[in-house]
């Protein structure tokens, strides 16, 4: 399955941003798809992550009650919705795409999209 992020920017603190991850390829709701975010010299960190029927969610705790995952299957996207942004949301975002046990998890995810670029101002 291929992954095309986008709709990242730049933005003021305080702002939002809407993600998406469009899939081809293979049957899109057979996978699970998570965001990954990654700020220079840092390692790549879990930030949302779905799973294939949309039922189940997990966040990492420093986006919890800000962001929200969501999914289409009917339009093979899933999205990112990012409210009340700061600084340290600084970062490239990346869609991931695997059949995971654990969604937090880096090495679970076969696909990966190319990353989209989100800056917060202060």
């Known amino acids: 399955v291929q992954l095309q992020a986008s709709g990242g920017g730049l933005v003021q603190a305080g702002g939002s941003l809407r993600l998406s991850c469009a899939a081809s390829?293979?049957?899109?709701?057979?996978?699970?798809i998570g965001w990954f975010r990654q700020a220079p010299e840092k390692e790549r960190e879990f930030v949302a992550g779905?799973?294939?029927?949309?039922?189940?969610?997990d966040y990492a705790d420093s986006v919890k009650g800000r962001f929200t995952i969501s999914r289409d299957n009917a339009k093979n996207t899933v999205y990112l919705q990012m409210n009340n942004l700061k600084p340290e949301d600084t970062a490239v975002y990346y869609c991931?795409?695997?059949?995971?046990?654990?969604?937090?998890?880096?090495?679970?995810?076969?696909?990966w999209g190319q990353g989209t670029q989100v800056t917060v101002s202060s």
């Open positions: 991931a795409a695997g059949r995971v046990r654990y969604m937090n998890r880096v090495e679970w995810y076969d696909y």
């Open positions: 390829g293979r049957a899109f709701n057979n996978y699970d």
């Open positions: 779905i799973s294939r029927s949309g039922i189940s969610t």
